[in-house]
C-alpha cells in the first residue's frame, strides 16, 4: 500500500471514486464508439490491427482531448483531489494506479496460489505414489511374514506329524509288545489249566484205586503215609489258582505246576503200586485161608457127618463175618485221615466207600464219569457244579411241594396266591418310585403272611408262594424283555429288594433260571451218546409243541436272550434308598460267567447262541465292569477281540447276524473306549 494513503476512511473513499471513475469510463467508450461505428471499416483493436498515418494522427488528437470523463464531476466532499500532471498535460489518477497495483498483486497472489496448488498437487501426487510404493512394500512384508509363519506352522506340523508318527509307532510296539505278553501269557494259562485238569484228573485216581482195594484197611494206611505230601501239593496248587484268577501267572508258575504234578504222579504210581501188593496179598491171605478150611475141614471128616455140616454151614457167616470186620476197620481208619483239596469255589474230597460196588454200579459209576468228563470239556467245574446243585435244589424243593400241590382241600388257596402273585407282577414297571415301592410291598406283604391270602394258613404256604413268584419272574425274562428289553430294570430292582428279605427265594429263582436257560450258568450241554435230539434240544432249552415241532432257532435265541438280559439285569441292580447290604448277586457273577465262556470251547451249534449271549451280557453289564475293573476288563475285551471271536468264527456257525452285532459292538466299543449305560437302567437311587 502507498505511504499516502494512511487511513481506512480514506481507502474506503478511494474504492468509490475509482468505481465512480470505471462507469463514466464505460459510458465514455460507448459513446466515442457509437460516433465511429460508420467511419471505421477495418480492425482497429487486436494482433490484425492496420493503422496507417492519418488515423495516428487522429488517435493522438483524440487522445489528446481532454475526455469528459476524466473530468471528475466535482462532489460535496472537501477531501482532497489526488491527481497528478505531467508536462504533456496528460493527467493520471492515483486511484487507477492503485487499482492496477491491486489488480496486479490479486493476479501475482493468484499466481503463487497457482504455483502453490501446483506445487500441493505434484506434492499429493509424490506423496501417493509413495504411498502406494509402502503400500507395495507393505504387502511384499507382509507375504513375506505369512509365507515365513507359514513355513514355521508347516515345520510344526510336519514336526507333530513326525512325533505324532513316533507315538503311533511307539503305542504300536507297546501294543505288539503287550499282545505278545498277552499270547504268552494266554499260553501260560492254557498250559496251567491243563496241567491244573491233569492234576485233578491224577488226584481223581486215588479214589478210584482206593475202590479198587480190597483191603479197605490197608488201603487207608497207604493213603494216610502220602497224606502230608498230598496236603502239601494242594496248597502250593492253590496258590497257583489264585494266580490263575488273578490274572498274575508267569513262566515260573508253570514250571512249578509242571512239577507239582510230576509229583502227585510219583506218588500215584507209589501209591497205585501199593495197592496192587496189598491185592495180591489180600488175595494171597484169602487163598492161605481157604486152603486152611480145606485142610481143617479133610481132617475132621472122619469124625461125622453131623459135625461137617456145622463147620461148612459156619464157613460163611465166619467169612462174612471177617469182611464186615475189615471194612468196618478201613472205614474208621479213612475217616480219620481223608484228605480235602479245597479252592475258593471248589472242594475235592477223596471218598473210599464202605461197601464194594457191584459190577452194574461200577458200570453205572463209570458212565457216570465218562459224561462227566465229557461235560468238562463245555463248562468249567465250577459251573458244573453249580448247575447240578441247582438242579438238585429245584429237585427237593418240587418233591417237598408235591404232596400240598396234590392235596384237592388247597386248590383254592392255590389259585388265589397265583392270582395275588400275578397281578404285581404283570404290572411290574418303572413309571415312578412309588408304582414300583407299591408292587413290591404288595409281593412282601403276601410272603410274610401280613395280606389275604395268608401264606401262613398251610406249612408249605410260603414256599408254595416263593417258587410261583420265581417261576413268574423268569417267565418275564422270556416273554417281556425278550420283546422290551427296558422292562428287565425295574423287575430286576423288585427281585433285589425280595432277595434281601428272603436268601431262600433267590436260590430258587436262580435255580429257575439255571433249569430255564442253562447258559446263565454257563453250561452249554453237548449231545451225550445215545441221546435223542428231543431230550437233547430240551436241555438245551427249546420247547416243543403238542405235535412235536421244536421251536424255530430265531424263536428260542430271542427267549434265551430275553432270560440273560433279566439275570444280568439283576446283577447291576442297585439297592433301595437306606439300604446297606450290597447286591445278593452282584457284579463279580457277570465277571465269573464272561470268564467261564471264554474259557469254553466254541462249537458249530451253539456259535450264535454263545455271540446273543456275549452281546446281551456285555450291553447290559459292560459299563458297569468297564467302571469296577477297568484295566482288566479292557484286557478280557481284547482277549475276546482278538482271541476268541476269531475262533468263533472258524467253526462255523448258522447264522451271521449275532457275530457281526458282537463284532461291531467290540469294534466300537474299542474304539471309544467305553460301554454307555444301558437303556432304560434305573437311577441307583430311583426308590
Avoid at 462174612?320 to 468196618?328: A, G, K
Amino acid at each position: 500500500m502507498p505511504h499516502f494513503v494512511s487511513t481506512r476512511d480514506e481507502n474506503e473513499y478511494n474504492m468509490d471514486d475509482i468505481a465512480s471513475d470505471f462507469v463514466c469510463l464505460k459510458v465514455s467508450a460507448l459513446k466515442k464508439a457509437s460516433q465511429i461505428s460508420g467511419q471505421v471499416d477495418r480492425i482497429t483493436i487486436g494482433p490484425n490491427l492496420k493503422v496507417n498515418e492519418n488515423e495516428n494522427e487522429k488517435t493522438e488528437n483524440i487522445e489528446n482531448e481532454q475526455n469528459s470523463c476524466n473530468v471528475r464531476v466535482p462532489q460535496k466532499s472537501n477531501r482532497p483531489q489526488n491527481k497528478t500532471s505531467v508536462q504533456s498535460g496528460i493527467s493520471f489518477s492515483v486511484k487507477k494506479i492503485l487499482l492496477e497495483c491491486e489488480y496486479q498483486r490479486k493476479e501475482e497472489v493468484q499466481k503463487e496460489i497457482d504455483r502453490r496448488w501446483q506445487q500441493m498437487k505434484e506434492s499429493g501426487k509424490a506423496i501417493l505414489e509413495n504411498m502406494a510404493i509402502s503400500r507395495l512394500n507393505m504387502a511384499k512384508e507382509r507375504e513375506r511374514k505369512i509365507q515365513e509363519n507359514n513355513d514355521t506352522i508347516l515345520k510344526e506340523q510336519q514336526k507333530a506329524g513326525q512325533e505324532e508318527l513316533r507315538r503311533r509307532h511307539e503305542r504300536q510296539r507297546e501294543l505288539e509288545e503287550y499282545r505278545k505278553k498277552m499270547r504268552e501269557k494266554e499260553e501260560v494259562t492254557t498250559k496251567l489249566i491243563i496241567l491244573r485238569n491233569l492234576y485233578d484228573i491224577k488226584y481223581r485216581y486215588f479214589a478210584a484205586y482206593s475202590e479198587n482195594c480190597k483191603d479197605k484197611n490197608s488201603v487207608a494206611i497207604a493213603l494216610s503215609s502220602h497224606a502230608a505230601k498230598l496236603e502239601e501239593l494242594n496248597y502250593q496248587m492253590n496258590l497257583i489258582d489264585e494266580k490263575i484268577r488273578a490274572d498274575d501267572v508267569t513262566a515260573t508258575d508253570l514250571s512249578i505246576i509242571e512239577k507239582i504234578v510230576n509229583e502227585v504222579d510219583e506218588i500215584l504210581c507209589s501209591f497205585k503200586s501199593e495197592i496192587d501188593r496189598i491185592n495180591v496179598q489180600y488175595e494171597e491171605t484169602l487163598i492161605a485161608a481157604e486152603n486152611a478150611m480145606h485142610s481143617a475141614l479133610q481132617t475132621h471128616k472122619s469124625q461125622g457127618h453131623e459135625i461137617e455140616g456145622n463147620q461148612v454151614a459156619c464157613e460163611p457167616v465166619i467169612l462174612e463175618q471177617c469182611t464186615h470186620d475189615v471194612q468196618n476197620n478201613a472205614s474208621q481208619s479213612y475217616e480219620e485221615n481223608q484228605t480235602e483239596v479245597q479252592d475258593e469255589n471248589r472242594t475235592v474230597v477223596l471218598n473210599i466207600p464202605k461197601v464194594v460196588p457191584s459190577n452194574a454200579n461200577a458200570e453205572e459209576s463209570a458212565t457216570s464219569e465218562s459224561d462227566k468228563d465229557v461235560f468238562y470239556e463245555y463248562a468249567d467245574t465250577e459251573s458244573l457244579q453249580i448247575y447240578e446243585n441247582s438242579k438238585k435244589f429245584l429237585t427237593d424243593y418240587l418233591l417237598s411241594l408235591d404232596e400240598f400241590l396234590q392235596s384237592a382241600d388247597t386248590k383254592k388257596f392255590r389259585f388265589e396266591c397265583q392270582k395275588a402273585i400275578n397281578i404285581p407282577v404283570n404290572a411290574i414297571s418303572g413309571i415312578n418310585a412309588e408304582h414300583l415301592r407299591d408292587k413290591y410291598e404288595r409281593l412282601q406283604n403276601l410272603l410274610i403272611g401280613k395280606s389275604w391270602p395268608n401264606v401262613k394258613q398251610y406249612p408249605q404256604g410260603e414256599a408254595f408262594c416263593k417258587n410261583i413268584l420265581s417261576k413268574k419272574i423268569v417267565s418275564q425274562g422270556e416273554t417281556l424283555v425278550s420283546s422290551k428289553p427296558k422292562m428287565a430294570f425295574p423287575i430286576a430292582a423288585v427281585v433285589v429288594a425280595l432277595w434281601n428279605e428272603h436268601p431262600d427265594f433267590g436260590h430258587l429263582l436262580l435255580s429257575h433260571f439255571h433249569d430255564l436257560c442253562p447258559f446263565t450258568v454257563p453250561v452249554f450241554i453237548p449231545k451225550m451218546v445215545g441221546q435223542s435230539n428231543e431230550d437233547y434240544y430240551k436241555s438245551m432249552g427249546y420247547k416243543y409243541s403238542e405235535d412235536g415241532t421244536v421251536e424255530k432257532h430265531d424263536k428260542y435265541l430271542k427267549r434265551m436272550s430275553g432270560l440273560m438280559r433279566l439275570y444280568a439285569s439283576i446283577i447291576i441292580t442297585h439297592q433301595r434308598k437306606r439300604i446297606a447290604k450290597s447286591n445278593p448277586h452282584g457284579l463279580q457273577n457277570a465277571w465269573r460267567w464272561l470268564a467261564a465262556v471264554l474259557n469254553i470251547e466254541p462249537r458249530k451249534e451253539i456259535t450264535d447262541l454263545c455271540a446273543t449271549l456275549l452281546l446281551d451280557i456285555l450291553e447290559v453289564s459292560g459299563n458297569a465292569l468297564w467302571t469296577a475293573y477297568p484295566k482288566q476288563f479292557y484286557k478280557l475285551l481284547i482277549l475276546l477281540t482278538e482271541e476268541y471271536y476269531p475262533r468263533m468264527q472258524n467253526v462255523g456257525f448258522i447264522g451271521g447276524g449275532p457275530l457281526v452285532r458282537l463284532e461291531e459292538f467290540l469294534r466300537n466299543s474299542l474304539t471309544k473306549g467305553s460301554i454307555p449305560p444301558p437303556e432304560g437302567e434305573l437311577a441307583q437311587n430311583f426308590w
